[in-house]
T-cell receptor, first 111, second 113 residues
Framework: SQELEQSPQSLIVQEGKNLTINCTSSKTLYGLYWYKQKYGEGLIFLMMLQKGGEEKSHEKITAKLDEKKQQSSLHITASQPSHAGIYLCGADVGSGSRLTFGEGTQLTVNP | DTEVTQTPKHLVMGMTNKKSLKCEQHMGHRAMYWYKQKAKKPPELMFVYSYEKLSINESVPSRFSPECPNSSLLNLHLHALQPEDSALYLC????????????FGSGTRLTVV
């Protein structure tokens, strides 16, 4: 079964709108990562969350890890075309050496 | 230097060829990883090296042969690949295994003809 469930699968928003992407696990997350990827390119690190209730922000992107450490959200405020891409949540599972990813969210921001 | 460098960026090879992918980092990281990513799918772990020793092989076919000559370099040797092996191959590194954050390279786009 899928370790990480990511939603929505795709998202189309108008420039300036806010949006949220969710990542849920049936197991406790000991390290939760958010990456952004342009099609066919490498992964750009956005944020890492480790503590329950932790919240981090960078520019217009905020990521949170819930108290139970089983769900994370990524929120973009006032989206811009430069935010477009595929957003992937990843988590250390098992022994901690296996970074496993959700299926990704394809974000399109229309000018 | 905070980057993971992968070469080549693109590779086209025949099913009888032998080729190698290269990954290099100079951040002092002691764990290095190979991932395979098919179109519209998330990356999937192939191999993990910790302190230059292979610690995880995710049941990868033997036509893929990893090598870690030193703490900064990771190679992936390819032989007798199939067209379905065409994918983006990503290298990553971390300070050590287990929750220290991962830095990814930009990948090698491999096409097997």
């Amino acid at each position: 079964s899928q370790e990480l469930e990511q939603s929505p699968q795709s998202l189309i928003v108008q420039e300036g709108k806010n949006l949220t992407i969710n990542c849920t696990s049936s197991k406790t997350l000991y390290g939760l990562y958010w990456y952004k990827q342009k099609y066919g390119e490498g992964l750009i690190f956005l944020m890492m969350l480790q503590k329950g209730g932790e919240e981090k922000s960078h520019e217009k992107i905020t990521a949170k890890l819930d108290e139970k450490k089983q769900q994370s959200s990524l929120h973009i405020t006032a989206s811009q075309p430069s935010h477009a891409g595929i957003y992937l949540c990843g988590a250390d599972v098992g022994s901690g050496s296996r970074l496993t990813f959700g299926e990704g969210t394809q974000l399109t921001v229309n000018p | 230097d905070t980057e993971v460098t992968q070469t080549p960026k693109h590779l086209v090879m025949g099913m009888t060829n032998k080729k190698s992918l290269k990954c290099e980092q100079h951040m002092g990281h002691r764990a290095m990883y190979w991932y395979k990513q098919k179109a519209k799918k998330p990356p999937e772990l192939m191999f993990v090296y910790s302190y230059e020793k292979l610690s995880i092989n995710e049941s990868v076919p033997s036509r893929f042969s990893p090598e870690c000559p030193n703490s900064s370099l990771l190679n992936l040797h390819l032989h007798a690949l199939q067209p379905e092996d065409s994918a983006l191959y990503l290298c990553a590194s971390s300070r050590e295994t287990g929750g220290y954050g991962y830095t990814f390279g930009s990948g090698t786009r491999l096409t097997v003809v």
